[in-house]
């Protein structure tokens, strides 16, 4: 029956003081009291904690809540040539914001950025760890841009640069990669050159599973031509995208979903029984086998105890699904 | 009437011996009366401060604020308060959350608006976090509309701002910082604010930051305020060509220091951004003052940066024989 997995982000501190052990230690490193070597070991603490809260509410492919970013943009971003990283900006309509990478010089790919964050998770994990990037249109068109002066000229070089990490990832045995694409909720017309750049990336998967994930918004648009895009599963925001529903149940997917069906921008908790009944009617539509069920976006924007009560949520809607198949 | 007052957006940095007490104050080891002795006492230094160096318009520093918006939900019925949520690298803020009818359940700022008026001649801003920013930055577990959860904000602080003016407010600012979130909000923004204004006596000003301007330079000439306050140096300076083309029919408060850096602007770069800000804004128009709230900086690097904000300015109007 239908699996369920997240999109990516995950709080990485909450209210006792236990679960503050990062901010501590970041705020200790800027006041020079401790070293970037001992914020990496409390950072990796941290990430086990995560992973054994989306284990044990029975979340079926993980992430390591991406605890080591910075933000979306700047942590991928800082280690390619040709970037330097600059102000803040606001991250599309949240009230959080990402140091905006400033593209100076041509994009190129050094070496891993992920490789031993995702392979420290995978150790750490009784099931697969996704790993996740940034989509290149995404980085491009959030970044500002200083070299290039046409952003499909940085969004293919980002592509290539980014098609070298997903290699990397998939030799070390990632068997999830996901790939984020928020911008196509609000620039639909990106969508051919998000295939261009998927081409690439796609190229260089292995035996990888590929996900596309857009959210923050609906695809209704352009849902059709999504689906044909490079991908092996489109990942879909169905909160804040609530108009993407009716594309799925008229047009049907020939790919595997991720029907992003929990609101992880909003702390009202839903109703299991009522999301199973509503993903129920899209049996007929969707191979709901081999889809999966997560939250409409990142579960960052909660609070940490709330968003451990969205993934019981999220699992508790795949049991019902399940028991009534 | 002269030119180029100088002021502030509104939050200045707490000194240590405030943040300990609040801490201490929040496990339950100091009391609340202590705690508003302290928070008067800081009140009162910036003040001081603003006077000493000779600003303008003042502001009472929200010394006894967090986060705007939970500052205000404390007071306001059918709220309860988050655990922590990040907002940018390693801070993280409490957000309201809407579990029922909003309502105030009296007063919020007008007592501190009252204390920080009582200390000096000089005019004190009232502050008001506006409805928009109110309804963006809580979760809403009641209303399950955005417009009306931004419009039942708007009906309370409006009480507020009548309340304020009856205090002996002559100026009221209402912070917006969420305003550019979603341009397709816009006329939400404008109503919502519109419904806070609507019918006062005093001077109004709307205070935005972190936008994207020239996706909502449309809206800025529609906003119901008498003064926009704009973070320019960060994020605006860009604009100038725009307002140029098409100007501004309302007074403009021009941010000339980045709140978000260590680094104090020397005074030739904040007096550049003076001369570029007098090509275009008629100077009587024209108020100059930081991006944003300063209470991110150190309380040395604040003065620092409101001290050269005064300086350039008052270098400026010696130049040009501004009175």
Redo the contacts between chains.
Sequence with gaps: MVQTTVVGNY?????TSEEQKL?RA??RR?RGEIDEAAVREVEREVVVDVLREQIRAGVDIVSDGQVGW??SQSHLARRLAGIEIG????YF?T?????QPVVKGPVEWREPILVDDWRYAQGQSSVPVKAILTGPVTLASLALDLHYGKRRALALDFARALSMEVRALANAGATHVQVDEPILTRRPEDLALVRETLDRIAQERGSAELILFTYFGDVAKIYRDLLELPADVIGLDLVQGERTWSSIATCGAAKPLVLGVVDAR???REDPRKLAARVRELRDAVDLDRSYLSPSNGL???????AREKLEILATASRLLGEAA | MSALRTTSVGSFPKPDYLVRARAKASRGELSAERLRELEEKATREWIDFQEAIGIDILVDGEQYRGDMATYFAESIEGTEISGLVRSYGNRYYKKPIIVGELRRRGPISVDWFRFAQGLTDKPVKGMITGPYTMMDWSFDEHYGSREDAAMAFADLLHEEARDLEAAGAKIIQVDEPALATRSDELPLVVRAVGAVTKGLDAKTILHTCYGNYQDIYGYFNRLPVEQLDLEMSNSGLDLLDRFKREPLQKEIAFGVVDVHNHVVEPEPVVRERIEKALTIFDPQKLYIDPDCGLKTRTVDEAKAKLRVIVDATRAAKADHGFG
Excluded: S
């Design positions: 709080p990485r501190i909450g209210d901010r970041i705020a800027d910075y933000d102000g803040l900006v606001r309509d009230n959080t914001y990402y140091r909003n702390t009202l960052e924007f909660l609070p940490r105890t709330r």
